[in-house]
Nanobody
Framework: QVQLVESGGGLVQPGGSLRLSCAASGMIFSINRMGWYRQAPGKQRELVAIISKGGSTNYANSVKGRFTISRDNAKNTVYLQMNSLKPEDTAVYYC???????????????WGQGTQVTVSS
């Protein structure tokens, strides 16, 4: 069984910073891409940033230059450094991992439970 556990969300003032972490656990042999999506109230879930096993990244236009995604393959962990936060960044942030290959369950895609990020003064 693969689990993605997020941490680092919270309340921050506009212009502030937060760092999200997501650790994948289980009998994992490899993970293709890891990333972050977010969902604000009344809106669809959207991609924030994603990173390949080799380090290639892709960002939503709305966060380019403010957010940085990184990963530690040895720890099966992905990070999202969020700077210059705006009220419109308020959402539940979900960790995502695709083509996770495990010894026991083969290959699958997984989601974390979500962590709330609120940007407000």
């Amino acid at each position: 069984q693969v689990q993605l556990v997020e941490s680092g969300g919270g309340l921050v003032q506009p212009g502030g910073s937060l760092r999200l972490s997501c650790a994948a656990s289980g009998m994992i042999f490899s993970i293709n891409r890891m990333g972050w999506y977010r969902q604000a109230p009344g809106k669809q879930r959207e991609l924030v940033a994603i990173i390949s096993k080799g380090g290639s990244t892709n960002y939503a236009n709305s966060v380019k230059g403010r957010f940085t995604i990184s990963r530690d393959n040895a720890k099966n962990t992905v990070y999202l450094q969020m700077n210059s936060l705006k009220p419109e960044d308020t959402a539940v942030y979900y960790c995502y991992a695709d083509r996770v290959y495990t010894v026991t369950a083969g290959t699958g895609d997984y989601w974390g439970q979500g962590t709330q990020v609120t940007v407000s003064s």
